[in-house]
Each structure stands twice: as structure tokens, then as C-alpha cells.
């Protein structure tokens, strides 16, 4: 959905928190997706939620966080993108582990004015995200304050024994990425440079906008036992892999000119200049790709792409314990130890 200019938030007259739970509740409310989740056998209206998972299957529980201000910008990212993308963000940990969502619980504090026209445009998006996703809302809060809060908490479902856990990583695994990094640190900055409300033309902010968790290519390399260990990059490569390593007890070795990197924007009169590629790819956050290791020579192999998403195998794991990026330099190769650089809330905010 383009948004070129935001309408007027006002809220509408008498609005409650009964009536903005009804509101909650009847734009969540789709068959097909009531459909797709039988395991949520109560839902919204009742003090809880109850959720009876398969037989076979392990539940997995996750919550995330999307805050005005640290996440997303009130005058900036449309409100359909804050709803699509704040559970779009939370399902990623579950693609991360190979499982499947199933429902998921959401809690939102929001001002007076913005019960109206946001709040309508903020649930749609969300719904969008509920039905794509095949995760239906069981349950939540809501309460009013100044600044807008989320909280999502997502419950999902993978087979017992193949949760793909970050811990798995053993030295000689191969180490794989999915599309391309970077890019959606390329939207954030691009959107901050923009005047006004932004619309979603540009790939690199609709990457940052509306991000696509890989549950396919998760649930595939867990039911195939293709991957030892797994981790969605949220927060940079840089930052990610070193949490893997460290789960793991192992480092890591890879290679300048085998990351996915975006393409540099051009030179723009006025403009901030941007980080190169390289930088992107390692400490730009946002990408929700996944990054898994792979035993070498194991049969099926990974492949090259998986339903049209390129996977690229970016290095190999090593005894450790340091995360170690070669860089080509005329004849040499540059090793320099990684430190984590990406997203990190207590750390100064780039």
C-alpha cells in the first residue's frame, strides 16, 4: 500500500477500551486464517487464549518488541507497515528455529488521537501479516499512552527433534545466508532522507518496511536436517553471527567477496553520504534473512536458490573463538576480526 500523505488521526467520539477491543477483534477476524489454525480452540473474548498444540510437535514461544521512536518513526513509516511489520519481525524468530506460527498475542498502548484513521490502518496491515503468515490473533491488551507500544508474542509449532537450535554449529560447517544484506538499513536511511510520509516503490525500503520472514526455507532445512544451526539476522551480521558462534562454542571465517552485498546508491547533492556495501551487509539490521551452517559434503546438498531465493554460502566455521572477515588487498588477504556492530538498544543509536 503507497501512502503519499497521511490523513488526519483523529480519533473517533467515545471511544473506550471496550470498543477499541471490538475494533481489534472484528478487523482480526478472517475464515480462512480461523481455519488454517486449529490448535488455537479459544481465542479472543475470554480472559486467555487456549492453544492445544499437534501431537508430535513442540510449542515455541517468542515475543518481540516494536516501539515508536527506537523501531519506527510516527511521521515516517506508514501505519499499515508498522502493523505488517511488527509481527512479520516476531514470526522471524520462528522461521529461525524451523517451526511453523500459530497464533499470536499482541499488546499496544497508542494516544487518544490515534484510536481513529492510524488504528484502522495499523490493523489492516497487521491483518495482511496474519493471513500471509497463517497466524491468527488470539489474544492481547490494550492501554493508552503518549508514545506507541507493541508487543507481540508469537506461538508456533515444529516437529519434536527438529527445532533448529543456534547452539548445533560444529568447525568445517559451511556457512550460508539467504537474498541479499543490507538492504533494508539501505531503506531506513534512504526514508530518513525523504521528506514527508513515505510510499514503498523503492525495494530497499520496502525491504525495511515490509520484511518477509523466511518460514519456507526454515521449515525446509529443518525438516531435511539440513541446517546444524540457524539464526535470523535482525540485528547484522556482524552482531548475529558472533551469538551463533558464541551458542555454539566455535568461530567463524568469512569471505568480503561472497557476501550478498546491495548496490551503493549514487552520490546525491545534500544528501548524507551512505555506508559501502560491505559496511551494510555486516551491521545493518532489519534483514530478517537467515544465516545457518551446514555439514560439508551431506547429501542433499544446499542448493543454490530455494523457490526462487538465492542462498549464498558467505565462509566456514572455525575452532574460534573470534569471527574473522577476509578481505581481498592486491595480492594479500586481509583478515580483521569482527566485533559486533550491529543493532544493540543500549548502545549509542547510529
Request: aromatic letters at 10%.
Given at each position: 500500500?503507497?501512502?503519499?500523505?497521511?490523513?488526519?488521526?483523529?480519533?473517533?467520539?467515545?471511544?473506550?477500551?471496550?470498543?477499541?477491543?471490538?475494533?481489534?477483534?472484528?478487523?482480526?477476524?478472517?475464515?480462512?486464517?480461523?481455519?488454517?489454525?486449529?490448535?488455537?480452540?479459544?481465542?479472543?473474548?475470554?480472559?486467555?487464549?487456549?492453544?492445544?498444540?499437534?501431537?508430535?510437535?513442540?510449542?515455541?514461544?517468542?515475543?518481540?518488541?516494536?516501539?515508536?521512536?527506537?523501531?519506527?518513526?510516527?511521521?515516517?513509516?506508514?501505519?499499515?507497515?508498522?502493523?505488517?511489520?511488527?509481527?512479520?519481525r516476531a514470526i522471524s524468530d520462528v522461521a529461525a528455529m524451523g517451526g511453523t506460527p500459530r497464533c499470536f498475542l499482541l499488546s499496544l498502548a497508542l494516544p487518544e488521537t490515534h484510536t481513529g484513521r492510524w488504528l484502522d490502518l495499523f490493523l489492516g496491515g497487521l491483518r495482511r501479516a496474519s493471513r500471509k503468515f497463517q497466524c491468527v490473533l488470539a489474544g492481547g491488551d490494550t492501554t493508552r499512552r503518549n508514545e506507541i507500544l507493541i508487543n507481540i508474542t508469537v506461538v508456533g509449532e515444529v516437529r519434536v527433534g527438529h527445532a533448529v537450535l543456534r547452539s548445533g554449529a560444529r568447525e568445517g560447517d559451511l556457512l550460508y545466508v539467504s537474498s541479499r544484506l543490507g538492504e533494508a538499513e539501505l531503506g531506513l536511511r534512504t526514508l530518513r532522507q525523504v521528506k514527508g510520509p513515505s510510499g514503498s516503490n523503492n525495494p530497499a525500503m520496502r525491504k525495511h518496511l515490509y520484511p518477509q520472514p523466511r518460514l519456507a526455507l526454515g521449515r525446509w532445512l529443518a525438516e531435511k536436517r539440513l541446517a546444524t544451526s540457524m539464526i535470523d539476522l535482525s540485528d547484522g551480521l556482524s552482531t548475529d553471527l558472533s551469538r551463533l558462534c558464541k551458542a555454539s562454542g566455535v568461530g567463524a571465517l568469512i569471505g568480503a567477496d561472497d557476501l550478498p552485498c546491495v548496490k551503493q546508491p549514487g552520490a546525491r547533492k545534500g544528501r548524507a553520504e551512505f555506508p559501502s556495501p560491505i559496511e551494510l551487509a555486516l551491521n545493518g539490521g532489519d534483514d530478517y534473512e537467515l544465516l545457518f551452517t551446514s555439514r560439508r559434503g551431506v547429501l542433499p546438498a544446499v542448493p543454490w536458490k530455494f523457490r526462487g531465493l538465492p542462498i549464498h554460502p558467505i565462509g566456514h566455521v572455525t575452532s574460534g573463538p573470534n569471527v574473522v572477515l577476509a578481505e581481498s588487498g592486491g595480492r594479500l588477504l586481509n583478515l580483521r576480526v569482527l566485533s559486533p556492530g550491529g543493532w544493540d538498544p543500549f548502545r549509542k543509536r547510529r
Open positions: 500500500m503507497q501512502i503519499g500523505v497521511f490523513p488526519q488521526f483523529m480519533p473517533r467520539k467515545s471511544q473506550n477500551e471496550d470498543a477499541i477491543l471490538a475494533r481489534i477483534s472484528d478487523r482480526s477476524r478472517s475464515s480462512e486464517s480461523q481455519a488454517a489454525t486449529p490448535s488455537v480452540s479459544l481465542g479472543i473474548g475470554d480472559d486467555a487464549a487456549l492453544f492445544q498444540p499437534k501431537p508430535g510437535y513442540e510449542t515455541i514461544l517468542t515475543c518481540d518488541w516494536f516501539l515508536e521512536k527506537t523501531h519506527f518513526l510516527r511521521k515516517k513509516h506508514p501505519p499499515d507497515a508498522v502493523g505488517w511489520k511488527c509481527l512479520a
